[in-house]
């Protein structure tokens, strides 16, 4: 399996850190990438360590989940309003 592929809400997949390959436990607790949540990591080392390789496919995900929020339909809340620029 590799790390990269890893889908944020899969829970039933075994999750490890994408730099080192250590596998969350009990004693061990992943954390996802804030900007992405395709990938976890188990210290700020390996986040650092892995960043290089990690960077492009980030980048392309973090702009799509920016996008989704962005341009989603608006709320009755806008009153037909854009919610981008409320014109």
Do not use: W
Request: a positive charge.
């Amino acid at each position: 399996m590799s790390a990269d592929n890893s889908g944020a809400g899969d829970s039933m997949m075994m999750c490890c850190c994408a730099s080192c390959g250590v596998a969350e436990a009990d004693d061990v607790k992943l954390k996802n990438c804030t900007a992405c949540y395709l990938v976890k990591y188990c210290s700020i080392k390996c986040q650092k360590d892995h960043r290089p390789k990690h960077k492009r496919a980030c980048k392309k995900r973090a702009t799509e989940l920016r996008d989704e929020l962005l341009f989603k339909q608006p709320e009755s809340s806008h009153l037909g309003d854009c919610p981008i620029c409320f014109v």
